[in-house]
């Protein structure tokens, strides 16, 4: 496979961008990334014209792959031709701010934003203002973007800041406790009870390989922070309209939390975020609720109308069932691989996220065929070795992955995610042959 335009544009932008690039991330992999020309479908071309099955779907925020249905890309121009933006409100944020309220019963007003990352930002400052304390909870592992309160390292009260820069205090105010483990969970509420504002958690852990939650967990989030005075924040940014359908990961779960952050797929491929929640909570953010929260940008008319259509076609087609049924195939199919080529491997996700984890238990500890779907089923023949924590994530091989794995996969002409923990994307515009191409790829890599 040719790469040297990539690579030649990789040189060039090393003299002008940090890492040559504009999210960290994106420089993960060695000796280079390739550059992206365009898309098609579920598929990517790079700068040297080589195709690859696209699994990384921009990160997450594209149910349709790289081509937009026919009413999402005619309102997105249809926006366009009106003028970008005007900084004052406009009709298309009302009606995707009660499409979002329609179908998810916890949302009951929501205030959109420009990322995932504003979006957790708003959500602290908003529980924080709300319940008079400061301390955040969050999951050991766990990422809800680039932002302080939660860029933490480090066990239960005992976190430092994961970036420099971060002043040390800030670490003071979160507290990190092991995902699934509702004794932890206890525990920093008898301690620190009457200083936790909230709770933030994904439904699903999609940033630390993909670990669902196991029965129960949420209730035991939702009860505790309720008897405390404190709220649950579901960081909804990858699970939203995902996970769930349109009811999210939440309705799945049948968890109403206090406070929703959505990003990726609400902006239909745009850069967005959002808080939602009860109304006497969100209402705060207005300029007589007094907690501060502005965008020059937010509620940008062209995201809000890609985001609001996307939905809307996926409200009245087959969207998530395509998309869970070829998810099911993938990862079925996956397993058999890992069962018989790499048995200490986990296949995890559910739906239209999925993920080949390279932990390590040695094959004797379990026998028996895994359902797949990482439901976290205490029946399943798997379910002790199931990654149930960023503890258990952590063991497996790092390097594995990023050295030798996605190279392998690239060559075979298929684009996984440059991070081993981040979650792949099944959309709309993937077909059965690229299932079986991926599979082939994986058995030929693994
Ligand atoms: N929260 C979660 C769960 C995420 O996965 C991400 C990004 O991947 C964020 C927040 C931050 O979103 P953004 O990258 O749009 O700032």
């Not at 009606?95 to 420009?114: K, L």
């Not at 909870?137 to 976190?159: I, K, R, S």
């Not at 937010?298 to 939905?311: D, I, N, Q």
């Not at 992955?401 to 991070?419: A, I, T």
């Amino acid at each position: 496979m040719n790469h040297d335009r990539s690579r030649d544009l990789y040189d060039r932008a090393l003299s002008v961008m940090p890492g040559g690039v504009n999210s960290s991330v994106r420089a993960a992999i060695e000796p280079y990334p390739f550059f992206v020309e365009r898309g098609d479908g579920g598929h990517v071309i790079d700068a040297d014209g080589n195709r690859y099955v696209d699994w990384v779907m921009g990160l997450g925020p594209l149910l349709y792959g790289h081509d937009l249905p026919q009413p999402v890309e005619s309102a997105v121009q249809s926006k366009v031709s009106e003028g970008p933006m005007f900084g004052a409100p406009t009709e298309i944020e009302v009606e995707h701010a009660e499409f979002v309220t329609r179908h998810v019963p916890s949302v009951e007003s929501i205030r959109f934003v420009n990322s995932g990352t504003e979006a957790t930002v708003s959500a602290c400052r908003l529980a924080r203002a709300a319940t008079g304390r400061d301390k955040i909870v969050v999951m050991q592992g766990g990422y809800h973007g680039a932002q302080e309160t939660t860029l933490v390292e480090g066990e239960y009260d005992d976190v430092e800041p994961s970036s420099p820069g971060i002043p040390e205090e800030f670490a003071e105010h979160t507290l990190a406790v092991p995902f699934n483990d509702e004794e932890a969970a206890q525990r920093v509420f008898e301690d620190h009870g009457e200083d936790i504002a909230a709770v933030m958690v994904e439904p699903i852990l999609a940033n630390m390989g993909i670990v669902a939650p196991v029965d129960g967990y949420h209730e035991t989030l939702r009860d505790l922070t309720e008897d405390n005075g404190a709220l649950l924040i579901f960081d909804e940014v990858i699970t939203g309209f995902r996970v769930g359908g349109l009811q999210c990961a939440q309705g799945k779960f049948g968890i109403d939390p206090d406070i929703t952050t959505f990003g990726k797929l609400i902006g239909g491929g745009f850069p967005v975020g959002a808080i939602g929640g009860r109304s006497e909570l969100i209402e705060q953010f207005t300029p007589s609720g007094e907690v501060f929260q502005a965008g020059t940008f937010s509620g940008h008319p062209v995201t809000m109308a890609a985001g609001l259509e996307s939905l809307r076609y996926a409200a009245e087609h087959d969207v998530h069932e395509h998309i869970n049924d070829l998810g099911d195939r993938l990862r079925t199919g996956l397993q058999e691989i890992v069962e018989d080529q790499a048995p200490e491997y986990t296949v995890a996700g559910t739906e239209g996220i999925f993920k080949v984890l390279f932990t390590r238990d040695a094959p004797e500890t379990f026998e028996g065929h895994c359902e797949g779907g990482c439901s976290q089923r205490p029946d399943c023949p798997r379910f002790e070795h199931c990654p149930k924590n960023a503890a258990d994530v952590a063991a497996g091989q790092t390097d594995r992955w990023r050295r030798v794995f996605w190279g392998e996969m690239k060559d075979q002409g298929v684009f996984l995610s440059q991070n081993q923990f981040e979650a792949q994307f099944v959309t709309y515009a993937h077909t059965d042959d690229d299932v079986e191409t991926t599979l082939e790829a994986y058995k030929q890599a693994l």
